[in-house]
């Protein structure tokens, strides 16, 4: 077709942009509106039978979507036989172009990538579409750098993989991002975009996708036996919960992997990242007494006035509402003939501790080389025990 065409009586077409089996995409300019647009043109003799049902189903699922992160579809029809599509410019690179230009992005940009995406799947999810051919040739970045998921309803009719492999131009791609339950012959679903989409942020990030082989058949084999090695095994850098989550999208299993619009908000947060969930509030703890901290009344030492008597410390329990008890060790030297007596003795009873604090009272004191103990039973404050004297000996 020559260049200056009007189709439609309004988008005039400057320059063919792209050109597959299906037909040509052209950079054209709506007179009506008064902005660039594209226009895809099927070719006028197009031998697949089922083109023309492609080309229509593509523009009745992309028409139904109206997302920043989708390419708008603006207009559609035939003219002289030739069905065409109008649709949003894009005036970028896909990330196709982006790979074969740099080879690897960095995890930044990555994850930005990687919300943006998730984004424009999540909503055409919404409205029951699967676009079932996410690979990089159809995720395009604007001047801005912002994402746009592109060609909706192309691959909608590649239900059967097994019958995708004779497709001449077709197996090798969708081979190396086709998820698992496809490679089965089951029919796709929202999770196979979502682990498609997994398959492109690997490559994004290594430079590769996550299984490679000889054939379209044993790539297949690998989507459905064989883990995807980490990123970090392959020298990228990488935070651990980008890593995980990255993985946890290339589950084999369909109910094992995060929805779209899980993916993206995750990936919108700065998760991604590792970033520290926020600790609980702590409980609060019961006031101190009058004049005192509450270190003071939970470490300070108790001092006994009386001499030889031990001196105690009161310190928390591990246990909340469990009773305090302490144990004091004396030692008293008697008269001339040494004698060591002792005498245990009960003082009071046991008191109640506030909540999520005991007292557990220890008292040590040093004497000479031989000696004897007492124990009390638990009681409410620290106290000494006093010996008392032995009678004298006759």
Known sequence: MKEQVLIAGRYRLNIAIGRGAMGEVWRAYDE?????????????????????????????????LSHPHVVGVVDFGEQEGRLFLV??????????????????????????????????LAAAHQQGIVHRDIKPGNLLLDANGSLKIGDFGI???????????????????????????????????????????GCVLYQLL????????SSPIAVLHHHLDTPPVPPRELGVTLPPAFENYLLGLLAKRPEDRPTAR?????????????????????????????????????????????????TTYAFPSAVAGTTASHRTRRRQRTGARGAVVHRSRTVGTVAAVVVFLAALLVGLAWFSPDHSSADTPPTDTPRSTNPTPAPAQP
Do not use: C
């Open 206 to 213: 290594t430079g590769q996708p996550p299984f490679r082989a």
């Open 32 to 64: 009506m509106a008064g902005r660039p647009v594209a226009v895809k043109l099927l070719h006028a003799q197009n031998s697949e039978p089922t083109a023309a049902a492609r080309f229509r189903l593509e523009a009745q699922t992309a028409g139904r």
């Open 262 to 310: 899980q993916a993206a908000e995750w990936f919108a947060s700065g998760s991604w990242r590792g970033r520290p969930e926020p600790l609980p509030a702590a409980a609060p703890h019961p006031a101190p007494g009058p004049g005192a901290t509450a270190w003071d009344e939970v470490v300070k030492p108790k001092a006994n006035a009386s001499p030889g008597s031990a």
């Open 87 to 120: 649709m949003e410019l894009v005036e970028g690179d896909s990330l196709a172009a982006v790979l074969t230009r740099a080879g690897t992005l960095p995890a930044e940009q990555v994850a930005r990538i990687a919300a943006e995406s998730a984004a424009g």
């Open 155 to 197: 691959a909608q009719f590649m239900n059967d993989p097994g019958g995708a492999l004779t497709a001449t131009g077709q197996i090798v791609g969708t081979s190396l991002y086709i998820a698992p339950e496809r490679a089965l012959g089951q029919p796709a679903g929202p999770p196979s975009d979502v682990y498609s989409l």
